[in-house]
């Protein structure tokens, strides 16, 4: 996992695209499910696509941890 995070962090934009990336298309997920009643992501995308939020928000924290 080590090669996987250097290679995230050795370019500029690409930590906050996946992070917000990830958080907006489960946020609109949501959001056509609750209010138009139709399912914008199957289940063979919505699991990597959680997966890749929690280990984003993972070395987020790790790094936040890092500092202090």
Do not use: A, G, H, V
């Given at each position: 996992m080590?090669?996987?995070e250097k290679f995230i962090y050795s370019h500029?934009?690409?930590p906050p695209f996946l992070y917000f990336g990830s958080a907006g298309l489960i946020g609109f997920d949501i959001y056509s499910?609750?209010?138009k009643e139709v399912e914008f992501l199957n289940q063979y995308v919505?699991?990597?696509?959680f997966i890749l939020f929690f280990y984003m928000t993972y070395l987020g924290l790790k790094n936040l941890k890092k500092k202090k």
């Open positions: 080590d090669k996987l500029k934009y690409l499910d609750i209010f919505e699991t990597p696509l």
